[in-house]
């Protein structure tokens, strides 16, 4: 066997394996061992509330609107991810489910956790979740033929397109809803473009192609990730849902402001504006 150089052997080989080198560092590209997993008992948990202090903008009503804090709300979490910069184009997808993880706002629940080991090291100033849906209730009063029956209106709105396991493919902006009063139940369906709250420094809405994305920036400034120094990463996003559903008034016989009235004539029936959710902000421990 000719006596070949060693450092030259291991070029060879790292060659011949696709191994490239660092211009000028002396270190190889890809490193077999970056995309393994590293178990470092340390957690980052990821859950979700409502919460007054995501309201970071005074509500300004809109003259001939009502306003209504919904008494329960789901929200469908789709995914979460980790960025490095606001503009991050290749995030690191924390979790995703299909169908979406229903996140129950009102008693708070966990969407999210993970080993810190299965991140990759470096510093995170941002988080983005996907939203499928949001469920909520709020109370109403049904109109027919004289009679006015006050109850409640479960509505189900789509935020971005999904497959549902009920109802099949949804579209974005589409929702049905269910009023029962006195043991009867009536079905409403409807389309309402989905609308969302003006751009905050903490976060930012985008409803592209279909897809309804909250970008959350770390109000500490970066989430860092070690795996020789772990730490545990708690990260509560909160949702402001406080006067989150609206509609506007329609004068129609029976009706009183401040009530959202259904009618069996559905151009007498009052017009939602607005579907739960109006903010959203994060904490991070």
Request: proline content about 6%; hydrophobic content about 40%; some cysteine.
């Amino acid at each position: 066997m000719h006596n070949i150089p060693v450092m030259m052997l291991l070029a060879i080989m790292m060659t011949a394996c696709g191994v490239e080198y660092g211009e000028g560092t002396g270190d190889a590209r890809l490193d077999s061992t970056a995309s393994l997993p590293t178990q470092t008992g340390y957690a980052l948990t990821v859950s979700g509330s409502s919460s007054s202090a995501a309201c970071l903008f005074d509500l300004e009503p809109v003259d001939g609107w009502s306003y209504q804090t919904p008494q329960t709300a789901t929200i469908g979490v789709a995914a979460v991810e980790l960025l490095r910069s606001v503009d991050d184009t290749n995030p690191h997808l924390l979790v995703g489910s299909a169908p979406a993880h229903a996140a129950d706002l009102v008693e708070g629940t966990t969407f999210a956790q993970v080993d810190t080991g299965s991140i990759p090291e470096g510093t995170y100033t941002h988080m983005r979740i996907k939203l499928d849906y949001v469920d909520f209730e709020v109370s109403a009063t049904g109109h027919m033929g004289g009679f006015s029956l006050p109850g409640a209106l479960d509505v189900d709105y789509v935020l971005s397109d999904h497959d549902s396991e009920a109802r099949g493919a949804q579209s974005q902006g589409e929702y049905v809803a269910k009023f029962t009063a006195a043991g009867m139940e009536v079905p409403q369906a409807g389309v309402r473009p989905v609308e969302y709250p003006p751009s905050y420094p903490e976060a930012t809405v985008a409803t592209d192609g279909g897809e309804y994305w909250v970008t959350l920036a770390v109000p500490s400034g970066a989430i860092a990730i070690s795996h020789e120094r772990p730490d545990h990463v708690d990260v509560d996003v909160q949702f402001c849902i406080d006067s989150g559903f609206a509609w506007a008034e329609n004068q129609a016989p029976g009706h009183t402001d401040g009530v959202f009235d259904l009618d069996y004539d559905p151009a007498a029936t009052e017009r939602p504006m607005s579907m739960a959710v109006r903010g959203f902000t994060m904490t991070v421990n």
